[in-house]
Each structure stands twice: as C-alpha cells, then as structure tokens.
C-alpha cells in the first residue's frame, strides 16, 4: 500500500535544516521533532511519526503519504474492530435460541450455532465472497483495490443490471490487504444471516439438513442478493438507471443479512411443521424456555455486537457518521424493547413477557439497520417503537393465525421488522448523508422528505428480497428433504434431540431432563 | 440373626412379628414450600431427628396454575416443593408434627402436606444396629 522507508532511512535525532526542501513545512514540525522537550499536553511529540527522508522533517508528498496512509489504516482497524463485534454475535444467537428452547434438545441447537460458523465461512470463501463482491469497482475506504471488476450483467429494457460477481473465488487474483479487510466483516455478516434460521426452525431440524443448508447459505443464497445491493448488482442500480433515488439502500443490512434470514427461517419453519405439543386439538399450547438467563445474555451481547454491525458499515473510521449510526443505534433498540415490552403487558396479555423485552430489543436493532445512517434520532425512536409493536404482532400472527411455529421470534424479529426497517429509510432519510450513494446524485432523500422515488425503490428491493429468499429456500429444502429428510423422527424429537442426533445431552451428558 | 449390640434391639422379635416394629418407629414425611426449608431445619435442630431432604415436584388438588408465554396459555402442572423425610421414635411423632406445622404454614394453598406412617425396622449401615436405636 504505501512507502515505508522513511522508517527507515530517517534516523532518531536528525540535525534541523530548514533549508532542505523548500515545501518542508518547516514551522509545523520544527517543534515537534525536538523530542527532548517534555510533552506535557501529549500532543506535542507527532512529526518524528511521519515517515520522511529527514526525520521530523517531511516534504509536502511524504506527508499527504502519512496523511492517506493513516487515514486508511483508521478506516482498516474500524473495519476489523467492528467485525470482531459482529462475529461476538454469534455468541448472542448461540444463547438466545438455546436459551429460548426446551433443555433436551441444547446439545443440538449449539451444535447449529456454532457449526455455521465452519460451514458458512468456507462456502463463502470458496464461492460466496466472489459472486457478492467480484464486481465491485473499488473500494475507496479501503486502499482502492480495483481488481474485483468482474460483475455478470444482462441488458434488459436498454439498462444494464448487474447479477453476480465473478472475480476473487477462493480470494484468488485479490490477494489485496483491502479486500481482506472487506472479506472478513462480510463473513461475518453472512454468518449473521446464516445462523437466524437455526432459531425458527430449533427442536426439530435434522442435523444432516442443516449441514447441507450451512453449505448453501454462504455460497448462493446470501451472496446473490447481497450482490444485488451491496456488489454493484441491479437493485443499487435503480438509481442510475431508472431515477429511483438512489437506488435501493440498505446501510447494514435489515433486508440482506436480517429479512434474508427471516425469511428462510419462516419458509424452514412452515416446511418442517410445528413441534409436537406446539398445537394441541387446533389450541396454541405455549412451550416455555428452559433459561431465560441465557436468552437473556444473548440478547445483550447481540446488542452489544451491533455496535459493529451498524457503526462499523461504514467500512471507514473516517467517515464522522459512525457517531450518528451508533446512537440511532442504540435509541432504536430500546424504543423497542420498551414498546414491545408495553404492548404485551398491557395490551396483548398481563405480564411484561421477558421473551418479547429480547425479541423487541432485536426488532428495534434489526429495524434501524438498514435506515440508520440516514435518519434523525427523532426517526429511530419512531423506527424502534412501530418495530416493537410489529414484532408482537407479527410473532402473535405466525404463532396463532399461520400457526407455523418458531420458538424463538425469529421470523418475526428479523423476517417481519427487516422489511420495515428498509421501508422505513424510504419514508424518513432525511437527505443529510448518503450523497451520490449507489452512484445516484443527491443525498439518500425518503418520501416525507421530499422524494417518493426513493420509497418506491425501496418497496421493489424488500418485495425482491421476500421473493427470492422465499424461492431459492423452497428450491433448496425440498432438495434436501428429497436427499436426506428435513425432520427428525418424532421418537427422537420427542426424547430430546441431544442424545440420538448428537451422542450426548446438553448439560449432564444424557437425559437429564 | 447375630445378637444386636444394640441394647434397644430387644423389643422385636426378627425371626417371628416382623411388623412389630411399626408400633414404635414413625416415619414423617412432610411436602412443604421450599422457602420454608430453613426454618423446618432450624427447628428441628433442636428435637434431635435426623432427615432427609429431597426436591420434588407435584400437584395437589388445583392441580398447578396456568400462565401465558408469548401470548399462550400453558399449565405449570407439576409445581416445585421441598420434601423431608423423618424417622423418630413413635412418641417423639407428635411433637415433630406439630413443630412443622408451626414453621412451615403460611396460610395459604400451597403449604403442602404432611405424611404420618409405620416403620418396620431401621438399620445403621455402618454398625449393622437395628431397630430404635439405630434412629
């Protein structure tokens, strides 16, 4: 990336000679490279860090190298550091859908939770990485590799519209210190929406399916229509072709990583049937969680890794938005918790349900994901509050009405308010961030804004994301329930998953319970 | 049968009235609210009886209560107590009942029950002791 041999050459104390180079900003750093003086404010001491011929004394270009360098390292550890965060999260899923589950089947939900992880990373090396991300131009926060320019397009109605990419499979030909930065958080976004289905389809799912699904996720299902938004691909095109804003935005991923996720759980879900006991005679028959202590702690530490998902979407340290991103954030959030909180103990049942004070928190994380770079706080309370709501309301709806059962919300919390947080960025970004986003001119503008176009391509990408989720899992499950089964045998579901799936219990290695 | 060592031993005849023993060991057994656990104990520090403590699940005659988990109704059928289990000299019975009684009522349903019945025979295992004196 960048000329290092200034470290090098430059030695500790150079003599001053301001009679070097006439461009050496010689007052500046006259000063500072005196390393004798004491440095009472800590930010006395800095030019002897800049790497130049003469120590404590860079030309103009040595020191726009610094500057450049530095402000791509910035934007690099911003980068891993939220990633780190995001991949903590899988911690978060891992105990909220054990946690929200019956005690015989631990062994087999944590088994999920952390296999995906295995299953998700490898496919996505091998082949997801490179149809999401193989045609993006460059990547301008991040050093500017330009070598991931390979995106399939097909014309249709005079417009280009990008499908997939196809460069960097098996990171090959991108052996670039950016494009692994890029490589690493995606993963684990990808890993994020891999492991929601785990939750709505807990109890019940046979271990060999999932492994065959884990290798899906990460190689097609995630990537194409992460391509779509996030690579270059149509939906971030309706911008420049069809004058929709600009184009379909999703900042971190309400619809890519959570509706994507949702929506393959909910479709799990509907094709393995309820649990048995779930529904008694037609009578919805609670199942209740064996620790509210881990959903509990989950919930947190997702909250807690959010931090990352959101903020650190900006893929650049550099870029002062993080501070908005972080606080719509975190107001969401408790928004709707809060709410989801209220609507259930006042208005849908008696007690304050602790299940819905963790779906509500997610629902508020989930729905502010994609709005959160461009909406006011005003906006994200108002996001959060209508999240939790919806979140009740649709996980009541699923559990009653459809009667398709998924133990821990998760089809209600990502599918349901993923949807409404990229609907939401078309009705409240209010064109203060997001200029020339997607190639598009302009700031990202929603409809009480002023710019119902924006709105409308919003509602095309969370129709497509519904749609082609919803197709490519039904394709996939029913090639896997033709080739191994999808469920489990209902003697084993009915003993506990643990010990005839997994060789050992959850907690006292046998049937503890 | 060896000669006991036990100088109690001598009222039961083990080779003949093998239920004899019932008229003179009690066993208590008292279902009662796990919070009240420490008391019960506390209390019978004092009366001398060993016991036994064991966490149990039931219903009595409400058969558990019902409550709602995201919006549904599901019966907590079978509710958690704490059992004690007690073996005394007959005389000593009466005394014991009443103490738990004292310490492990709250008025309210839920307070459990308490189970009076006959021992045949009590055996120390370390010793091989039968009969009262190895209460």
């Given amino acids: 990336m960048m000329a290092k041999s200034g470290y090098l050459t430059g030695t500790a104390q150079q003599p001053t000679n301001s009679a070097l180079n006439a461009s050496t900003p010689v007052a500046a750093t006259q000063a500072l490279s005196d390393r004798s003086q004491p440095d009472a404010t800590g930010s006395s001491i800095g030019a002897a860090g800049v790497p130049a011929n003469v120590t404590g004394q860079p030309t103009l270009s040595e020191l726009a190298s610094a500057v450049g360098h530095n402000t791509t390292a910035i934007n690099f550890v911003w980068t891993l550091m939220a990633g780190f965060l995001v991949f903590f999260m899988q911690a978060g899923f891992a105990l909220v859908e054990t946690g929200f589950t019956r005690s015989k089947n631990v062994a087999h939900t944590m088994g999920m939770n952390i296999l995906i992880y295995g299953l998700g990373v490898l496919g996505w090396y091998v082949c997801g990485f490179a149809l999401m991300f193989g045609g993006l131009p460059s990547l301008p926060t991040l050093g500017g590799f330009t070598g991931l320019n390979s995106e399939v397009t097909v014309n249709l109605l005079g417009h280009p519209f990008g499908l997939f990419g196809a460069h960097g499979f098996a990171l090959g030909g991108a052996y670039d210190v950016g494009v692994f930065v890029l490589f690493l958080f995606q993963v684990v976004f990808m890993d994020t929406a891999a492991t929601i289905p785990t939750g709505a389809m807990a109890e019940r799912w046979k271990f060999l399916a999932f492994c065959i699904y884990g290798l899906f996720i990460g190689t097609i299902i995630y990537p194409l229509f992460g391509n779509w938004v996030w690579g270059g691909g149509w939906l971030s095109q309706l911008g420049t072709n069809f004058g929709l804003g600009n184009g379909y935005v999703d900042f971190a991923g309400s619809t890519v990583v959570h509706m994507m996720g949702g929506t393959i759980g909910f479709v799990g879900a509907w094709m393995l049937g309820p649990r048995i006991g779930k529904y008694v005679n037609g009578k919805v028959r609670a199942i209740p969680p064996h620790s509210i202590p881990m959903a509990v702690l989950g919930s947190l530490i997702l909250a807690f890794g959010w931090f990352g998902f959101n903020p650190g979407s900006t893929l650049a340290g550099t870029d002062l938005r993080i501070s908005v991103v972080a606080v719509n954030t975190m107001l969401s959030s408790v928004a709707g918790m809060v709410m989801a909180t209220l609507w259930m103990w006042r208005v849908r049942s008696n007690k304050p349900d602790v299940s819905f004070m963790c779906n509500g928190l997610l629902a508020g994380l989930v729905a502010i994901t994609g709005p959160c770079a461009f909406v006011n706080s005003q906006s994200a309370v108002l996001i959060g509050v209508v999240a939790g709501i919806l979140v009740v309301e649709a996980a009541l709806f699923i559990d009653k009405r459809l009667k398709v059962d998924d133990p821990v919300g998760a089809v209600a919390v990502h599918g349901v308010c993923g949807a409404w947080g990229c609907l939401s960025l078309g009705l409240f970004a209010d064109g203060t961030y997001g200029a020339g986003w997607n190639g598009a001119s302009g700031a990202v503008t929603g409809l009480l804004y002023g710019n119902p176009s924006q709105f409308a391509a919003q509602c095309i990408g969370v129709a497509t994301c519904g749609v082609y989720a919803a197709a490519i899992t039904f394709v996939i499950f029913t090639f896997i329930d033709k080739v191994v089964g999808l469920r489990v045998g209902s003697q084993t579901e009915v003993d506990g998953l643990d010990v005839p799936e997994m060789g050992v219990g959850g907690y006292d290695g046998g049937y503890g319970l | ?135």
């Fill in chain 2, 1 to 135: 049968m060896a000669e006991s060592i036990c100088p109690h031993h001598v009222r039961v005849d083990w080779e003949g009235k093998k239920r004899l023993g019932g008229e003179y060991m009690k066993r208590i057994t008292a279902i009662i609210r796990r919070e009240k656990l420490d008391a019960v104990k506390h209390a019978m520090r004092e009366l001398g009886p060993g016991m036994t403590v064991t966490d149990v699940k039931g219903q009595g005659r409400q058969k558990g209560i019902m409550e709602v988990y995201r919006g549904s109704e599901y019966c907590l059928d079978l509710l958690p107590k704490t059992q004690i289990d007690m073996v005394v000299k007959a005389e000593d019975a009466e005394r014991i009942v009443r103490t738990i009684l004292e310490t492990a009522t709250t008025g309210n349903i839920g307070d459990g029950k308490i189970f009076i019945s006959p021992v045949d025979d009590v055996i120390r295992i370390r010793t091989g002791d039968r009969g009262i004196g190895a209460i």
